[in-house]
């Protein structure tokens, strides 16, 4: 049976916050949010929805915020650690299909796979995810249609001792790399992409060039 603990990175999330805790918890053993620094209330938010909250300095960005929560629920008694982004942008009650599939596979990562609707979701957006996803996808050496996906389930052995250093959205792309590195096994499931006008905090076309470039040196010049 997984023992599945969530890691929940936000930053002034204060809107949508309770309801991913509340409505996540149901298939955890605990969540951990970790407010990086948020100024709305974000963590008096999740604290009364029933997480525990972790606190980073201000602005120190997404990779650092899970970075932080991975040391936190890792010195825990957990098969796996869920992430979860705090917008909304994914919707709590799919977690099973991930649960689900890393019990019936035995996979080390299970990402979530978004179907995107060319007609719903910002070019900008679509596309960058789609011509990055390809391109990472050699990097991490086996075919991943969403690599920049948030919801993903990990087998927490595998995360133990393994190395991290991003700072910002490239932490998706880095832990990916490094744990087909080490001959992880990774499968994706479909997940719901939920869009309702919210602005998104990725800049497409930027933060995607900056990862692909990253993921050279995670790939071939870092050593684990």
């Known amino acids: 049976m997984a023992r599945v603990v969530a890691v929940v990175p936000a930053f002034n999330e204060a809107r949508t916050i309770a309801a991913v805790v509340s ?3 149901p ?8 407010d990086d620094g948020s100024t709305d209330g974000t963590a008096d938010a999740a604290c009364a929805a029933g ?6 300095t201000a602005g ?3 990779g650092n915020a899970v970075r932080t929560g991975l040391a936190h629920v890792l010195r825990r008694d957990c098969t796996h650690v869920l992430l979860i982004d705090a917008d909304l942008q994914h919707l709590p009650e799919e977690a099973p299909r991930l649960i689900d599939e890393a019990e019936r596979t035995g996979a080390d990562v299970v990402l979530g796979e978004r179907r995107f609707d060319r007609r719903a979701t910002p070019p900008a957006r679509y596309y960058a995810n789609r011509i990055g996803s390809r391109a990472l996808s050699w990097f991490i050496g086996v075919a991943v249609r969403d ?3 948030g919801y993903r389930l990990f087998r927490a052995d595998m995360l133990r001792d393994l190395p991290l250093k991003a700072r910002g959205y490239d932490i998706e792309t880095e832990m990916l790399v490094k744990l087909r590195r080490r ?3 990774i ?3 479909p997940v719901t992409a939920v869009y309702a006008g919210q602005a998104s905090k990725l800049r497409p ?3 995607t060039t900056r990862t692909c470039f990253l993921a050279v040196y995670y790939r071939f010049l870092e050593r684990l």
Not at 28 to 34: G, I
């Open 23 to 25: 409505r996540v918890r």
């Open 27 to 34: 298939y955890t053993s605990s969540v951990c949010v970790v």
């Open 51 to 56: 997480a525990e909250v972790v606190r980073n």
């Open 60 to 62: 120190r960005g997404k």
């Open 147 to 149: 690599t920049q996906c």
């Open 183 to 185: 001959n992880g096994r």
């Open 187 to 189: 499968v994706s499931v």
């Open 205 to 207: 076309v930027r933060d």
